[in-house]
């Protein structure tokens, strides 16, 4: 059971580089998801997708980007990243049928940037 | 009014206690309703669906108000193993749109 795993667990970096957060599932679910977590702001939904080449913006999508070639990877990308992308990034997926079905999270990045 | 909101607590409570808590939601309908858990520094995990008529898993209890747009959950004889982060969960809008987190309610069971 590999389930939703997330690379690097911990990544420090400068600002203005860009960094790439992985994120592999092998259960085929159709529907993944980024989220960040900060405190006083709860998890906050970045981008989300439905099936390959599908994706979608949530709340907060400024400065990230993501692509989805193949159903099981989601990265995302930090185009030029700033202390404000300082968080803790969350994939998910779900078994469900929609978006709003339960679902199951990687055990987070944890990003600082400097 | 916010789309999901909780009380942050923390609800400090001894072992054997019963606690409840709270979680409402601004948009009338919404349908997918759920409550997880997240234990510190670590990810949040699916601790039960609420369905309308309201369920029960063991000592945890879900009920659903949609007059009032609440949620509860209710924890009887509470375990120390049950300090952690509670979550609401609700989609933000009908139809096939993604969910959306409250900030939680922390919970600390004392020994």
């Known amino acids: 059971d590999a389930g939703i795993t997330q690379s690097p667990r911990y990544k420090i970096t400068e600002t203005g580089r860009q960094v790439t957060l992985m994120c592999h599932q092998t259960?085929?679910?159709?529907?993944m998801f980024w989220y960040r977590q900060d405190l006083g702001h709860g998890l906050r939904l970045i981008y989300y997708?439905?099936?390959?080449?599908?994706?979608d913006k949530g709340e907060v999508p400024d400065g990230y980007v993501v692509s989805r070639s193949k159903t099981e990877n989601f990265p995302l990308t930090l185009e030029s990243a700033t202390r404000s992308q300082t968080s803790v990034y969350f994939c998910a997926s779900t078994w469900g049928r929609s978006y709003n079905s339960p679902l199951h999270f990687g055990n987070g990045t944890r990003l600082t940037v400097t | 009014r916010k789309e999901v909101e909780q009380d942050p607590g923390p609800f400090n409570v001894p072992e054997g206690a019963t606690v409840a808590f709270n979680c409402t939601y601004s948009?009338?309908?919404?349908?997918?309703f759920f409550w997880y858990r997240q234990d510190c520094r670590k990810e949040p995990k699916l601790l039960m669906s609420v369905y309308s008529s309201g369920n029960e898993d063991g000592r945890f209890t879900a009920q659903l108000n949609r007059a009032s747009q609440y949620i509860s959950l209710l924890i009887r004889d509470s375990k120390l193993s049950d300090s952690a982060t509670y979550l609401c969960?609700?989609?933000?809008?009908?139809?096939?749109?993604?969910?959306?987190f409250g900030k939680g309610t922390r919970l600390s069971v004392i020994a």
């Open positions: 259960w085929s679910h159709s529907y």
């Open positions: 948009n009338s309908a919404s349908q997918s």
């Open positions: 969960v609700v989609n933000r809008r009908p139809g096939n749109t993604p969910l959306v």
């Open positions: 997708s439905a099936a390959a080449d599908i994706t």
